[in-house]
Structures are given as structure tokens and as C-alpha cells.
């Protein structure tokens, strides 16, 4: 079962930052967070993925609080093409990296 | 292209029948999971691999449903007498033997039992 919340839907201004967040208040010492996203009809793509240090790479940031129960993906400069479902997933190495997937965030990118 | 490849993209089957997908992983990745995911729907684990063994499936795996990775590269999800039910986008996914891994996904195989 997923263990984190995510809002259903959300809009965000083309070229505007899109922040998206996630509740994962169960989350245990070793899981870590990982994010990704679902374009209509295609498999789901790697974003980024950290344990409790904020992380940085060429499609987005990912802050996670201090007592790690919530996280937030920041897309900085967002386009038309990152409107997709954005999942966030908690995961751990003792359990395979399974990762249970809930409904996610659908973002859409308005012009 | 290095990415994990499935294939068939597509299959229309009638109930009843049996079907069987393939998943490529990426070369060096030693896991391999599969996924279902219906309309509107998170995708939702079913079975991963670490090389040949497969080490887990889940309740949602039932007996008509059954995985392979023979030689540990390739895999193949088999469904025997197909329900509508069944009917959905099967996800292959594949990363590094690591304590630590990113999954990637291919593109999936949309099955339509009718």
C-alpha cells in the first residue's frame, strides 16, 4: 500500500516554479523518497530520488523536512511538457525497492 | 536505445485466451519488476526478479498469472485463460543490483482481453 499523500490535481503557470508535495508521515530511517512522473500512455519516469538531504539534478530539486514526514518536488522553470501525474514514493532497500505507487498529482502546465 | 524494452506495445486477445509479454532490461540491471495499471490508476506491483530468482509476487498475482527470468536477462509474464478484468497496461521495470537503485519503466504492453 502507498505510503505517502499526494493533492489530486494541480495548475501551475508556464515558466513558473511548480512545487508539489507529498506526506509521507510513516516513513521509516532507511526508506528513502523517490518522484516520478507519467506522461498519458507512456511508462513512468525517474525524477530524483534522496534520503533527508535535499537534492539537485537537471530536471528538479527534491527538499524533504528536517523530521523527513513531508517532501516537496520543485520543478524551477516549468513547460508545457511537464504536465503529467507526478508520484511520490517511499522505498527501501530492505524490501527490494518495491515501490507502491498511489494515485498521484496530476499537473497540468498552463499556457 | 538502452532503455528497458516490452513488447508486444499492444495485444487484443479474446477472454480466455493465453497471452505472454517480454521485458528487455537494461543490460547491467540485475532487478526486474513488473507492474499493472489500470485507467486513473497508480501503477501496482505484481512480481520483481533479482536475476533468475524471483523473490516476491504479490496477493494480486494470481495463479493464472505466472513470471520468468530463465537466464536472468529477459523476463516473460504469462496470463492463461485471460478475463476482462486482466485487461490493462503491464509495466517492466528494471535497476541495479544496489542498496540504493532507481527503477526505470519501458513503455509498457496495453493488453485488451475482450
Known amino acids: 500500500d502507498a505510503k505517502t499523500t499526494q493533492p489530486t490535481s494541480m495548475d501551475c503557470a508556464e515558466g513558473r516554479a511548480a512545487n508539489l508535495p507529498c506526506n509521507h508521515s510513516t516513513i521509516s530511517g532507511n526508506e528513502y523518497v523517490y518522484w516520478y512522473r507519467q506522461i498519458h500512455s507512456q511508462g513512468p519516469q525517474y525524477i530524483i530520488h534522496?534520503?533527508?538531504n535535499n537534492e539537485t539534478n537537471e530536471m528538479a530539486s527534491l527538499i524533504i523536512t528536517e523530521d523527513r514526514k513531508s517532501s516537496t518536488l520543485i520543478l524551477p522553470h516549468a513547460t508545457l511538457r511537464d504536465t503529467a501525474v507526478y508520484y511520490c514514493?517511499?522505498?527501501?532497500?530492505?524490501?527490494?525497492?518495491?515501490?507502491?505507487f498511489g494515485t498521484g498529482t496530476s499537473l497540468t502546465v498552463i499556457p | 536505445d538502452t532503455g528497458v524494452s516490452q513488447n508486444p506495445r499492444h495485444k487484443i486477445t479474446k477472454r480466455g485466451q493465453n497471452v505472454t509479454f517480454r521485458c528487455d532490461p537494461i543490460s547491467e540491471h540485475n532487478r526486474l519488476y513488473w507492474y499493472r495499471q489500470t485507467l486513473g490508476q497508480g501503477p501496482e506491483f505484481l512480481t520483481y526478479?533479482?536475476?533468475?530468482?524471483?523473490?516476491?509476487k504479490s496477493r494480486l498475482l494470481s495463479d493464472r498469472f505466472s513470471a520468468e527470468r530463465p537466464k536472468g536477462s529477459f523476463s516473460t509474464l504469462e496470463i492463461q485463460r485471460t478475463e476482462q478484468g486482466d485487461s490493462a497496461m503491464y509495466l517492466c521495470?528494471?535497476?541495479?543490483?544496489?542498496?540504493?537503485?532507481?527503477?526505470?519503466f519501458g513503455q509498457g504492453t496495453r493488453l485488451t482481453v475482450v
Open positions: 514514493i517511499v522505498s527501501g532497500a530492505n524490501t527490494g525497492n518495491q515501490f507502491y
Open positions: 534522496g534520503l533527508k
Open positions: 526478479f533479482q536475476n533468475e530468482a524471483q523473490l516476491e
Open positions: 521495470a528494471s535497476s541495479r543490483d544496489a542498496g540504493v537503485a532507481e527503477a526505470f
